[in-house]
């Protein structure tokens, strides 16, 4: 009689979670649509200032001024933020637990950077609200991380 045996070394691959994924499809279209915008600011800033001259006196926009104030460089480093954030993304979707870290220190960035450039003594809400949930979701996928 022939004896059956388990085969040997069962293959043990990780499923991404849906969440790692739509977390990661979400980072990757709002980093990469605000590292566009940067880098295109940064590249054309004359002309941004310009229209954002006009935008300003036609509409009563609050922080419009802010954004006159800015400089290109301003703009690079941010866009230079964007592309860590997006890498971070890449190696967690990838499965790896830099990823998370790499994501992180980024977002971090993001949210000081302005507070520097624009000397303000407290980080905006809504950047402080996205960042932290999203930095919380993806701590939630570290156990599936190598």
Do not use: W
């Not at 739509?22 to 605000?34: K, P, W």
């Not at 870290?101 to 402080?128: C, K, S």
């Amino acid at each position: 009689m022939e004896e059956l045996t388990p085969p040997s070394g069962p293959e043990t691959t990780v499923k991404r979670p849906n969440l790692l994924t739509v977390l990661c499809i979400l980072t990757f279209i709002g980093s990469g649509m605000n590292l566009f915008s940067s880098f295109v600011i940064a590249a054309f800033y004359d002309i941004f200032v310009e229209i954002t001259k006009d935008f300003s006196t036609r509409f009563n926009i609050p922080g419009m001024d802010l954004l006159l104030e800015m400089k290109p460089v301003y703009f690079l480093v941010s866009g230079i933020c964007y592309v860590g954030s997006l890498a971070g993304a890449i190696l967690m979707m990838q499965l790896k637990k830099i990823g998370f870290h790499v994501y992180t220190v980024f977002q971090i960035l993001l949210i000081l950077i302005p507070m520097y450039f624009m000397h303000i003594a407290n980080p905006g809400f809504p950047e402080l609200l996205f960042a932290g949930i999203f930095v919380f979701l993806y701590s939630m996928n570290l156990k599936f991380m190598s």
